[in-house]
């Protein structure tokens, strides 16, 4: 191909010098001139008119090619066709290998525009949403999975976590979803058949609920001999201090077996039937409690501070909520040294309401904050002789507060205390409207 500036230049001589040679022939040289450029132009309108049929329809006519600026320009036109031919051909292989690549997993992928329509899936999602190619391509995808709970989840946009929905297709499968977002051109979802897994969770959550059950009654005839030997004075020297001893670890084991039976119950029950209380008095019975433990404890110094701006009310389960603040109190006390001081705080914004519980004690390593909620988690195993804990009050705790639409954060530095925050929504509030929100 040639440089374009001098094909140009060498068309503007050659009209140059045709003007003059018939200027020189016909002596008028101004006539001359605009004959050529009229004709100059025409014959350019139609070569123009040449490129656009050839560009529509394909079909390219000799005159198109009888100058060498526009045969320079079809050229460089079929060039770039051919090289966005390549181009097309290379993306194609690769989307159809990624496409094989992905049908190929065990977990299906759907594609959707921004308007929720079906623009691919693989045959993995085909088989766990009974979708059909090419029959709901295009198709509005909540037309074709109809669930409340799958609706209301896309409708809250809060996508960090998964949705399982239970008895999908049939009362036997469970389906997982994770959706992410693509750009602004739609979304790619995730679908996984997570139906075996919430059958062995369900298995163990009543192999827990049964062995604990069934332990109750043995241990608590167990504990009951040995208060009977203790409060008789039934033995004396080192059988009475072993049987002490043994009583000790019974009650422990019973406490144990009694955060076990109730995180089975939260775990697999449906929500609690909710009521109206008052907050104030659930509070109140909680710090009772927990001065009674203190005492247990020995740790008579301790400090429990009460912030009260109430009057509150919520709505909820009564009994969760109790147990909620009695677990964060009872953990509150059992490791912070005698003397600290534990604070309980209400508080409340336009959006929800906070439950805080903090106090000023020895602190957590930030490594060991995220696993704090899981049963039986210690940050130092050394720590059960001593203090008596179960290891299950903040996962209790965290059951509940999911079960009344809330969130449980847990925020701590070493040497600075530990402030472990309820939040709820505003709608589990019902506060007098005379009273002032304070946050």
């Known amino acids: 191909m040639r440089n374009a500036g001098s094909t140009t230049l060498i068309e503007i001589i050659s009209l ?29 309108l139609w070569r123009r008119n040449g490129l656009y049929r050839w560009l529509e329809e394909g079909k390219k006519n000799e005159m198109l090619l009888s100058s ?47 308007m929720w329509s079906l623009t691919w899936w693989n045959s993995r999602c085909a088989e766990l949403l009974g979708l059909k190619y090419p029959d709901d391509l295009d198709a509005y995808l909540f ?60 298995m163990r959550s009543d192999f827990i609920a049964n062995v604990s059950h069934e332990l109750k009654t043995p241990l608590t005839v167990i504990n009951g001999y040995l208060e009977t030997l203790i409060d008789n004075e039934l ?38 039937e909710l009521s109206t209380f008052s907050l104030d008095n659930v509070v109140d ?24 701006s109430g009057p509150w009310e919520m709505i909820g389960s009564h009994n969760e909520i109790y147990s909620l603040l009695s677990n964060l109190l009872s953990n509150a006390i059992r490791y912070c040294p005698d003397g600290s001081s534990v604070n309980v705080s209400i508080a409340s914004t336009e959006s929800d309401m906070l439950v805080r519980v903090s106090d000023n004690g020895p602190g957590i390593p930030e490594a060991h904050i ?40 847990i925020s701590s530095h070493l040497g600075s205390g530990t402030v472990v925050e309820c939040r709820f929504p505003a709608n589990r509030i019902n506060r007098p409207v005379n009273q002032n929100c304070s946050d």
């Open 370 to 409: 995220q696993r704090l909620t899981e049963r039986f988690y210690r940050i130092d195993n050394s720590h059960a002789s001593t203090t008596g804990g179960t290891g299950l009050g903040l996962s209790i705790a965290k059951h509940i507060v999911n079960r009344h639409d809330g969130e449980l954060n």
């Open 16 to 44: 140059l010098l045709l003007t003059i040679t018939i200027g020189t022939i016909s002596d008028h040289f101004t006539a001359s001139a605009l004959a050529v450029t009229t004709m100059y132009l025409g014959l350019t």
């Open 235 to 272: 033995v004396e020297g080192v059988a009475n201090k072993a049987i002490t001893n043994a009583w000790s670890q019974g009650q422990r084991m019973n406490n144990i077996i009694q955060g076990l039976m109730m995180l089975s119950q939260l775990e697999t029950s449906q929500s609690a």
């Open 68 to 114: 060498d600026l526009w045969r320079d320009i079809v050229r460089r036109i079929e060039l770039d066709r051919e090289n966005a031919k390549r181009r097309d051909k290379a993306l194609s292989e690769k989307l159809e290998n990624l496409q094989h690549a992905l049908s190929s997993l065990n977990i299906g992928i759907v594609l959707t525009d921004s």
């Open 143 to 202: 037309a074709l999975l109809r669930s409340p709970a799958l609706k209301s989840y896309v409708s809250a946009k809060q996508f960090d976590d998964p949705l399982i929905v239970d008895n999908f297709r049939n009362e036997q499968s469970s389906i997982e979803f994770f959706f992410g977002p693509v750009s602004s051109s739609g979304y790619i979802i995730l679908v996984r058949d997570v139906t075996r897994f919430q059958k062995l969770n369900q």
């Open 285 to 308: 019975q909680a710090v009772q409690q927990a001065h009674l433990l203190k005492e247990n404890l020995d740790k008579k110094q301790t400090l429990i501070d009460l912030s009260d």
